[in-house]
T-cell receptor, first 115, second 116 residues
Framework: AQSVAQPEDQVNVAEGNPLTVKCTYSVSGNPYLFWYVQYPNRGLQFLLKYITGDNLVKGSYGFEAEFNKSQTSFHLKKPSALVSDSALYFC?????????????FGGGTRLMVKP | KAGVTQTPRYLIKTRGQQVTLSCSPISGHRSVSWYQQTPGQGLQFLFE???????NKGNFPGRFSGRQFSNSRSEMNVSTLELGDSALYLC???????????????FGPGTRLTVL
């Protein structure tokens, strides 16, 4: 079984400040980790992924995430938030030891960036 | 390349009816997955198809079914609709080339189903 926890329903940050959206996961096999963003009335857009290699991964729109195996975490970060970053963010995990593309998502974190 | 397309975008049905949703993946993508998104349950995996075969299935009742055609297009069907089936149904495709893949999934805009 696999699961993802996003402990914060909402994160508020001022424009220009750094932001962090937290994610912890549980998976029996090799963790493949993903971050997606959803804007109102839209599908999910891929931001970044961790499969293997460097623990710090960089993605779209200046976002990055750090994989921490000992803490089973994959927090999303950005050095300087923009108002346009306001959206719903989802962390997801896939078991890399199993065939297929089944993603398990966290409950989502709403990011509000205020001018 | 065109993105993942889903039709229809909006649908209103009544309890007891059945519905079919369609998904056209990105050209060349052979894996298609379906997810249900609701405010209460969040994003939940329904099933995945690869080369016309169901590879994985989520924890949903048998009223939910799907299929994939030889051109990788996929449909999902929900029979005997219940009020709780009201949701945004998302389709995602991936350029899966083998049993495991490093590739991310690309999502369509979704079909919003309302059951009255």
């Amino acid at each position: 079984a696999q699961s993802v926890a996003q402990p914060e329903d909402q994160v508020n940050v001022a424009e220009g400040n750094p932001l962090t959206v937290k994610c912890t996961y549980s998976v029996s096999g090799n963790p493949y980790l993903f971050w997606y963003v959803q804007y109102p009335n839209r599908g999910l857009q891929f931001l970044l992924k961790y499969i293997t290699g460097d623990n710090l991964v960089k993605g779209s729109y200046g976002f990055e995430a750090e994989f921490n195996k000992s803490q089973t975490s994959f927090h999303l970060k950005k050095p300087s938030a923009l108002v346009s970053d306001s959206a719903l963010y989802f962390c997801a995990v896939r078991d890399g030891d199993n065939a297929g593309n089944m993603l398990t998502f966290g409950g989502g974190t709403r990011l509000m960036v205020k001018p | 390349k065109a993105g993942v397309t889903q039709t229809p975008r909006y649908l209103i049905k009544t309890r007891g009816q059945q519905v079919t949703l369609s998904c056209s993946p990105i050209s060349g993508h052979r894996s298609v997955s379906w997810y249900q998104q609701t405010p209460g349950q969040g994003l939940q995996f329904l099933f995945e198809y690869f080369s016309e075969t169901q590879r994985n299935k989520g924890n949903f009742p048998g009223r939910f079914s799907g299929r994939q055609f030889s051109n990788s297009r996929s449909e999902m069907n929900v029979s005997t609709l219940e009020l709780g089936d009201s949701a945004l149904y998302l389709c995602a495709s991936s350029p899966l080339t083998g049993p495991t893949s490093y590739n991310e999934q690309f999502f369509g805009p979704g079909t919003r189903l309302t059951v009255l």
